[in-house]
Each structure stands twice: as structure tokens, then as C-alpha cells.
T-cell receptor
Framework: ETGVTQTPRHLVMGMTNKKSLKCEQH?????MYWYKQSAKKPLELMFV???????ENNSVPSRFSPECPNSSHLFLHLHTLQPEDSALYLC???????????FGPGTRLTVL | AQSVTQPDIHITVSEGASLELRCNYS??????LFWYVQSPGQGLQLLLK??????LVQGIKGFEAEFKRSQSSFNLRKPSVHWSDAAEYFC????????????FGAGTRLFVKA
């Protein structure tokens, strides 16, 4: 499989649940990103990893916890979310932090 | 700090008509510039990019964009729109030293009428 893949594509969870989003890139890139996309709001950068090291945390609440075990995989661990966290969560990767980003299809998250 | 403005929240054009989507950026030096497209339920796909050189860049799906330094603009154009072009379009600016950052505009939703 090529490109950037995300699983699951859809997720419904209660506020007390713990779940994880997974992102995998098969492009040999060194930078990976998590974005949140809500209706009627600009794309929000959440986290950036370069060579497995977190280089950006855009004031994201601690109920979102990223993990980057290697340059190909990125996780977003979710716990005690709020209904306003419902959104499309996009993962992206780039060869370096200064080049175009390749996006996955996203995970549509609904928090009940 | 860099910023991106897409002044049009949505635009409607007839199929076969020409299209121009506006993008203005704010940055002290020459930034890296991108246009992405997002179809419903999908991630973003790169249409084209400008790093340096020729200010008119060609992209996929028949799109082009022109970098105009004097106007701090990077408008996206297509001479003849197809119904399949209906999507959301994002302009993005990448810049920075010692910590590159890409900032996305709020997007322009394109509707195509028959």
C-alpha cells in the first residue's frame, strides 16, 4: 500500500472511552503531523514530529496524547474527550518539515 | 508571523467557465506557497507549489497559480471548470527559519453548476 493511511476511518466514542487513531506513511518521509478539521473552522495543526521527535504542540489539551514510535507510524491516543472534540482528524507527512505535505483520508470522530 | 487569507468562503461557477480563487499571504520574505484540494470525506491533495523561479506554476488537473510578490498573492486559476472540480480549496504558506511552519488558509468551497 502506498501513501498515507489512517485507521479507523470512522469512530464513535463516549466521553469516558479511551481510543487511539493510527496513521502510517509508506513514503519514506521524516516529518508527520496531526491536524483537526472542524466544520466552519480553519485547519488546526495539533502536533508535529520530525525524525520521531515532537517539535510542535499547538496548545493541545492533554486528553490528546500523540505517539511516534518510528518515522512511519503516528498515533493519537484519546481519553475523556468532549463533544466539541468531534471533528475530522487528518494525518500528514512530508519528506522534511519544509516541503509539501501528503495527507491521509482522515478519521471522522464523533464524541457522544 | 505568517498568515494566509482566502477572502472568498465559497464561489459558484458554471461548468466550462473560468475560475480564479484568491489567496493573500503575509510574510516578510519569499515563502513557500501551496494549493491543496479536498473532496468531501477525503484528505487534502496537493495541486501545485511554488518555491522559487518562474512565478507561474502549473499543477495537476489543469490548474495553475501565479505568485505576485508586489501583491503578496498566489491566486489559483483554471480556464475551464469541470463538475468534478467541486471541492474545497486551501492555500498554504510555508516559511520560517529554525523551525519551518505551514499555515493553511480557511479554504474556499467551490460549487459548479451545470
Amino acid at each position: 500500500e502506498t501513501g498515507v493511511t489512517q485507521t479507523p476511518r470512522h469512530l464513535v466514542m463516549g466521553m469516558t472511552n479511551k481510543k487511539s487513531l493510527k496513521c502510517e506513511q509508506h513514503l519514506g518521509h521524516n516529518a508527520m503531523y496531526w491536524y483537526k478539521q472542524s466544520a466552519k473552522k480553519p485547519l488546526e495543526l495539533m502536533f508535529v514530529y520530525n525524525f520521531k521527535e515532537q517539535t510542535e504542540n499547538n496548545s493541545v489539551p492533554s486528553r490528546f496524547s500523540p505517539e511516534c514510535p518510528n518515522s512511519s507510524h503516528l498515533f493519537l491516543h484519546l481519553h475523556t474527550l468532549q463533544p466539541e472534540d468531534s471533528a475530522l482528524y487528518l494525518c500528514a507527512s512530508s519528506r522534511t518539515g519544509a516541503e509539501e505535505q501528503f495527507f491521509g483520508p482522515g478519521t471522522r470522530l464523533t464524541v457522544l | 508571523a505568517q498568515s494566509v487569507t482566502q477572502p472568498d468562503i465559497h464561489i459558484t461557477v458554471s461548468e466550462g467557465a473560468s475560475l480564479e480563487l484568491r489567496c493573500n499571504y503575509s510574510y516578510g520574505a519569499t515563502p513557500y506557497l501551496f494549493w491543496y484540494v479536498q473532496s468531501p470525506g477525503q484528505g487534502l491533495q496537493l495541486l501545485l507549489k511554488y518555491f522559487s523561479g518562474d512565478t507561474l506554476v502549473q499543477g495537476i488537473k489543469g490548474f495553475e497559480a501565479e505568485f505576485k510578490r508586489s501583491q503578496s498573492s498566489f491566486n489559483l486559476r483554471k480556464p475551464s471548470v469541470h463538475w468534478s472540480d467541486a471541492a474545497e480549496y486551501f492555500c498554504a504558506v510555508g516559511a520560517g527559519t529554525g523551525g519551518f511552519k505551514t499555515i493553511f488558509g480557511a479554504g474556499t468551497r467551490l460549487f459548479v453548476k451545470a
